[in-house]
């Protein structure tokens, strides 16, 4: 079963570039979650996943210290939901229902991958941990990053086209 969540149900066998491949089926799937089931259950399962993540990365990487895999995408998906909260938080709030406009997925897969592979500050401290939880924290440091500049672009977009 760790197996399974930590490679996100196979989809970080997908080659190349695993991560890219989890990052996206990441993004299509909490996009489809924050349509069909609401903000609130995109927390919850964003959450779930995030403690699974943890969970499946001690069990796969018990025996291998400072290893992490390709295959093991839940950190990514973990890291890619967090940084789509942002995007849809503010769009909840203001009573959005429907699907979010395309460019906050799009945003916020891009600042994610940007920050997951660039590791700086804080995503690179947490990559060199070497350890399960480093796995986990590497991603959700970076999806920290990639949610608050989803928000700081969009709110500089409007800055600048709605004057």
């Known amino acids: 079963m760790s197996r399974l969540v930590a490679t996100f149900f196979g989809i970080g066998h997908l080659r190349p570039a695993p991560g890219t491949w989890g990052s996206l089926a990441a993004i299509l799937l909490a996009w489809a979650v924050d349509r069909y089931l609401g903000f609130v259950a995109l927390v919850v399962l964003t959450v779930a996943v995030t403690a699974l993540g943890f969970w499946a990365c001690a069990q796969e990487l018990r025996d291998r210290p400072g290893a992490d895999p390709g295959e093991i995408v839940v950190d990514e ?48 401290r947490a990559d060199r941990r070497g350890d399960a939880a480093g796995v986990m924290l590497d991603d959700l440091w970076a999806g920290l990053f990639a949610g608050l500049a989803s928000i700081a672009a969009a709110a500089l977009y409007h800055i600048v086209l709605f004057r």
Do not use: C, H, S, T
């Open 77 to 124: 998906v973990a890291g890619q939901w967090l940084a789509f909260l942002f995007p849809a938080g503010a769009f909840f709030v203001r009573g959005w229902e429907g699907w979010l406009p395309w460019p906050a997925p799009v945003a916020a897969f891009l600042f994610f991958r940007l920050f997951d592979i660039w590791k700086p500050w804080l995503v690179g």
